[in-house]
T-cell receptor, first 116, second 112 residues
Framework: GAGVSQTPSNKVTEKGKYVELRCDPISGHTALYWYRQSLGQGPEFLIYFQGTGAADDSGLPNDRFFAVRPEGSVSTLKIQRTERGDSAVYLC??????????????FGPGTRLTVL | AQKVTQAQTEISVVEKEDVTLDCVYETRDTTYYLFWYKQPPSGELVFLIRRNSFDEQNEISGRYSWNFQKSTSSFNFTITASQVVDSAVYFCAPLSRYDMRFGAGTRLTVKP
């Protein structure tokens, strides 16, 4: 079956612009996660959705970052007034159930964001 | 918050050697899960193994085995008879209800 997909694969933008990154999870997976991975580092947790609601958004670095999942499937990560420090690979993952359950997360290929 | 230490930044071995990747974690949670993921050059993270905090039984799955010791908060991962295709960055990740954190990763290079 289809895995987690993310679009675009690459995004180049200018400092100060607004960007949207999309994640399409595996069908039937209720839990969805966003991570950010900088070069040479492990994935850094941003936000976790259980269904339509953000169950844990403690990893969002500041209020320029926002994510939605209006129908409990596709999710969009939105970054306002981008800064050069936002440049990273943004990873999306989904799992059958939430963090407290014994389910591995399946990762998408990521979106490489470059802020010039 | 949890903390994960993967002390080995890079490891290089020759094909068919066994290699162990170390992971030490800190957590205040009594219930948690431990995962290892692999990130090959293609970039996509791949799930390898998992263990819950209640089960310290060590297991073998094919060429992979792991050693979980709750008393020392270590969750080491061993690849037996390494192959060139095992070359990747390996991440240890303790996950619990309220926090999730990946280690910085260990880059494994397997030379032919």
């Amino acid at each position: 079956g289809a895995g987690v997909s993310q679009t675009p694969s690459n995004k180049v933008t200018e400092k100060g612009k607004y960007v949207e990154l999309r994640c399409d999870p595996i069908s039937g997976h209720t839990a969805l996660y966003w991570y950010r991975q900088s070069l040479g580092q492990g994935p850094e947790f941003l936000i976790y959705f259980q269904g339509t609601g953000a169950a844990d958004d403690s990893g969002l670095p500041n209020d320029r970052f926002f994510a939605v999942r209006p129908e409990g499937s596709v999710s969009t990560l939105k970054i306002q007034r981008t800064e050069r420090g936002d440049s990273a690979v943004y990873l999306c993952a989904s799992s059958l159930r939430g963090q407290s359950s014994y389910n591995e997360q399946f990762f998408g290929p990521g979106t490489r964001l470059t802020v010039l | 918050a949890q903390k994960v230490t993967q002390a080995q930044t890079e490891i290089s071995v020759v094909e068919k050697e066994d290699v162990t990747l170390d992971c030490v974690y800190e957590t205040r949670d009594t219930t948690y899960y431990l995962f290892w993921y692999k990130q090959p050059p293609s970039g996509e993270l791949v799930f390898l193994i998992r263990r819950n905090s209640f089960d310290e039984q060590n297991e073998i799955s094919g060429r992979y085995s792991w050693n979980f010791q709750k008393s020392t908060s270590s969750f080491n991962f061993t690849i037996t008879a390494s192959q060139v295709v095992d070359s990747a960055v390996y991440f240890c990740a303790p996950l619990s209800r309220y926090d999730m954190r990946f280690g910085a990763g260990t880059r494994l290079t397997v030379k032919p």
